[in-house]
C-alpha cells in the first residue's frame, strides 16, 4: 500500500472514531452508574437531527450543537425517568428509545423540511470548520501529516480530551468514586448518606450531553446535513466498543479507533485479498460485533459489567 | 387488601398503555399540521374497511405472531431475547435454499420443507448466544444483539457473492419455482365460501401461526419442559433446587425461541416475495419485543396484538399513501407502546392498583 493511501485511511480513522469515542464515553457513564443503556443510538440520532435542523434554522453551528445536546438530553431524561424513577426495565427503555428516535426524526424532518425526512445540505456557518487550528495558523496547504495531525475539525480534539477527562472524573475524583459504587453497590451508597437517584441522573444527564455531542458531529462535521437513519448502528457499535473496552475509558479511546479503523478500511476496500483467500467487505463490517461476542465469551479475558448494572435500586424499608 | 383483579391487569393496563401511546402519536400528527380523526379515519378504513385491506393486516400479523411468540416464550425464562431479527434472517435463508435448490412436487411438501428449514437454521442462530449465555455467563441482550448485525452482514454476503443470479444488479436470490408458491388465504376462504380479496400477500403461513400460538400455550402450560422454563424465568435459584438446569432451559428456550422466530420465513419470504431479499425481515424482529410486551407474555395476548400491530403497520402505508404523513408515525407509536407498557410499567400498573384498592375498600365499607 502506498503512503499517500495510508495516510488517508488514517485520516478516515480519526473522523470515524470521533462519534464513536463520544457515544463509547457517553455509554461508560451511565453503564458505570448502574444504568444499562442500549439506547445510544437513538440518543445520537435525534441529536444529529435537532442539531442539523437548528443549525439551518438559525445558521449557527453552535446552536445547533445545543439543540443537539438538549434534544438527546431529553431523551436521556426518558431513560432516567423510566429506569431510575419508575424502575422499570432499562434494556426496554432503550430499545423503545431507539424506535423513538427513528421514527420522529423522520416525521418532523418530512413535515419541516418536505424532503422526505432529511435537512437541506448545511453550508458555511452551519457546519463545523474543517480544519480551525489549520486556518488559525494560516495554513493552507499543509503536508499530510500536519494535516493529519491539525487538520480535524474541532469536535475531533474535545472527543479526545474527553478520553483523558472521563478517566480523570471516574478514578480521581469523589464524584467519580461515588458514581462507580453506585454502579457496584448502590445500598453502600445510599448508607453513606449519598443520593443513589441523583448519582444516577448525573450519569445519565452526562450520557445524554455526550451523546448530543457524537450526534452534532455526525450532521454537522462528518456530514453536511441530517439524512434519515444516519447514524446507522454507530451507537450499537460503540457500545460493542464500551464492552470490548471491559467499561474502561482509555480502553473506550483504543476499542473505538479499532473500530473506526475497521469502518475506514471497509469503505477503502471493497474486499481484500491477501494472497491466499479474499476478505469479503462484510466480514470486515462484521468484524466488531465478531470482537466482541469473542470478549464477552470470556475467551480473551472476562468482560464484567458493573455488579449492579440493570437493576433499579430499591430502598430497603 | 388484595390488589386488582385479574382481568384488569391483564386487559386494562395494555388497554391504557395503548390509549396513551395513541394520545401522543395524535399530539405528534396535530403538531404536523395534520388532523389525528383524519389519519386515523384513513388507517381504519384502509386496513380494516375491505378484505384486501385485512388481507395486508393478517398478513402483517402473520410475522408479528412468529416473532411475539419467539420473544415471549424466551421472556417466560426472563431472558431478553433482542435478536428476534437474527434467526428470522437465517430462516429466510433456510427457506430460500430449500425452495431455491429442492425439486419439491407439490406446495404442500415444500411448505413442510421450508418450516423444517426454517425452525432449524433460525434455531441454530439461535444457539451459540444461548450457550454462551448459560456456560459463559455472556449477556444474552448484548449477544443476541451483536448476532443480528453478524446476520445482516452474512446475509449480505451471500446473496450479493453467491445467491445472486448471473447478471442480475439488485442482492437478491432468483425466483422460486411456481410450485412453491403457498395458498392465498383469499383461495382457502374460498373453499368455506367466505368472499376474500386474492390480491393481498395474506397465505395459510396466518394458519400455522395460530396453530403455533396454541402450540407454545400447551408448551409453556402443560407440559414439563414449559413448567421447568416458567420456573427458571421465575427464580434461577428455585429451579436449581428443583433439579431444574439452567443451562438445558436457556439452550432450550433459546432455540426455541430461534426456530419460532425462523418461521416467520414462511410467511414473508416464501408466501410473499417468492425470493430471498436483503432485508426481508423488516423490523419484525423488534416488533416480536413489542407484540410480547403488550400481550403480557401469553399466546393468545400475542395473537391479538399482532393483529393489533398488522393493523397499525397496513394502516402506517395507507397513511404514506393517502396523505403526507410520512408512515413513521407508526415507528413512533410502536415505540411508545413499548415505553408504556415494557418500561413504564408501574406509571399506569401503581395508579390503577391504588384505585382499585380504595375502590374496593369503599364497597367493603
Not at chain 2, 345 to 356: G, S
Amino acid at each position: 500500500m502506498e503512503w499517500a493511501s495510508f495516510l488517508q485511511i488514517l485520516e478516515s480513522t480519526i473522523r470515524l472514531s470521533t462519534p464513536l469515542v463520544f457515544a463509547c464515553l457517553a455509554g461508560l457513564y451511565s453503564e458505570r452508574a448502574g444504568v444499562f443503556d442500549i439506547g445510544l443510538e437513538g440518543k445520537m440520532l435525534v441529536a444529529a437531527f435537532a442539531a442539523a435542523a437548528a443549525a439551518f434554522a438559525t445558521g449557527s453551528v453552535w446552536i445547533g450543537t445545543l439543540a443537539g445536546i438538549g434534544a438527546a438530553l431529553l431523551f436521556a431524561a426518558i431513560h432516567g425517568l423510566a429506569s431510575i424513577t419508575f424502575r422499570g426495565n432499562q434494556l426496554i427503555s432503550g430499545v423503545s428509545i431507539n424506535f423513538l428516535a427513528s421514527g420522529l426524526t423522520v416525521v418532523l424532518g418530512a413535515a419541516w423540511f418536505r424532503l422526505g425526512g432529511q435537512t437541506p445540505p448545511l453550508t458555511g456557518d452551519m457546519r463545523f470548520a474543517d480544519a480551525p487550528l489549520l486556518d488559525l495558523f494560516g495554513i493552507t496547504d499543509p503536508n499530510p501529516v500536519i494535516g493529519l495531525i491539525f487538520g480535524h475539525s474541532v469536535l475531533v480534539y474535545v472527543a479526545l480530551l474527553m478520553v483523558p477527562f472521563s478517566a480523570w472524573l471516574l478514578y480521581r475524583t469523589r464524584f467519580g468514586l461515588r458514581l462507580r459504587a453506585v454502579g457496584e453497590n448502590p445500598a453502600a451508597v445510599d448508607t453513606a448518606g449519598v443520593s443513589v437517584v441523583g448519582l444516577r441522573y448525573a450519569a445519565v444527564g452526562i450520557t445524554g450531553v455526550l451523546c448530543g455531542l457524537a450526534g452534532a458531529y455526525m450532521s454537522m462535521a462528518l456530514s453536511a446535513g441530517f439524512l434519515r437513519e444516519m447514524t446507522a448502528g454507530r451507537g450499537y457499535i460503540a457500545l460493542a466498543a464500551l464492552i470490548f473496552a471491559k467499561w474502561r475509558p482509555w480502553y473506550c479511546l483504543m476499542a473505538c479507533v479499532l473500530f473506526g479503523l475497521l469502518d475506514a478500511v471497509a469503505i477503502r476496500f471493497q474486499s481484500i485479498d491477501i494472497g491466499v483467500f479474499i476478505i469479503p467487505v462484510q466480514f470486515t463490517q462484521a468484524l466488531p460485533y465478531i470482537l466482541t461476542v469473542i470478549i464477552l465469551a470470556g475467551f480473551v479475558g472476562k468482560a464484567i459489567p458493573p455488579r449492579a448494572g440493570g437493576e433499579p435500586y430499591v430502598k430497603e424499608r | 387488601m388484595d390488589k386488582m383483579p385479574r382481568w384488569a391487569d391483564v386487559v386494562l393496563v395494555p388497554l391504557i398503555c395503548l390509549v396513551i401511546a395513541f394520545f401522543f402519536s395524535g399530539i405528534l400528527i396535530w403538531a404536523i399540521g395534520q388532523s389525528p380523526v383524519e389519519a386515523l379515519t384513513i388507517m381504519v378504513t384502509g386496513s380494516l374497511g375491505s378484505t384486501y385491506g385485512w388481507g395486508y393486516t393478517l398478513f402483517y400479523a402473520t410475522n408479528f405472531m412468529f416473532t411475539g411468540l419467539a420473544v415471549s416464550i424466551a421472556f417466560q425464562a426472563s431472558l431478553f431475547n433482542i435478536g428476534g431479527a437474527g434467526p428470522a434472517t437465517l430462516g429466510g435463508l433456510g427457506v430460500a435454499l430449500s425452495c431455491l435448490f429442492i425439486p419439491w412436487p407439490h406446495w404442500s411438501l415444500a411448505l413442510a420443507g421450508s418450516m423444517v428449514a426454517a425452525m432449524a437454521f433460525g434455531a441454530a442462530w439461535a444457539f451459540l448466544p444461548a450457550w454462551l449465555q448459560a456456560k459463559r455467563g455472556s449477556h444474552i441482550v448484548i449477544t443476541t444483539m451483536m448476532f443480528n448485525f453478524i446476520s445482516y452482514a452474512l446475509m449480505n454476503y451471500l446473496l450479493v457473492n453467491i445467491l445472486r443470479p448471473v447478471g442480475k444488479m439488485d442482492p437478491a436470490s432468483a425466483r422460486f419455482d411456481e410450485v412453491t408458491n403457498l395458498p392465498q388465504l383469499g383461495d382457502i376462504l374460498a373453499l368455506v365460501g367466505i368472499p376474500f380479496s386474492t390480491r393481498n400477500p395474506a397465505n395459510i403461513s396466518l394458519l400455522i401461526a395460530l396453530a403455533c400460538a396454541v402450540g407454545v400455550w400447551a408448551l409453556l402450560w402443560h407440559t414439563r419442559l414449559g413448567f421447568a422454563i416458567r420456573a427458571f424465568g421465575k427464580s434461577e435459584k428455585a429451579a436449581l433446587y428443583a433439579g431444574i438446569s439452567p443451562v438445558r432451559i436457556t439452550l432450550y428456550a433459546m432455540m426455541l425461541s430461534g426456530a419460532l422466530s425462523g418461521m416467520m420465513a414462511i410467511n414473508s419470504v416464501q408466501g410473499e416475495a417468492n425470493r430471498l431479499l436483503l432485508n426481508s425481515v423488516e423490523g419484525a424482529g423488534f416488533i416480536g419485543i413489542a407484540v410480547a410486551l403488550m400481550g403480557r407474555n401469553h399466546p393468545f395476548g400475542i395473537v391479538i396484538a399482532s393483529i393489533l400491530f398488522g393493523f397499525l403497520y397496513q394502516g402506517g402505508s395507507q397513511l404514506a399513501l393517502g396523505t403526507t404523513i410520512p408512515r413513521e408515525v407508526i415507528v413512533v407509536l410502536q415505540a411508545l407502546v413499548i415505553l408504556f407498557t415494557g418500561a413504564l410499567p408501574y406509571m399506569v400498573q401503581k395508579p390503577l392498583e391504588r384505585l382499585f384498592v380504595r375502590f374496593n375498600q369503599g364497597r367493603a365499607a
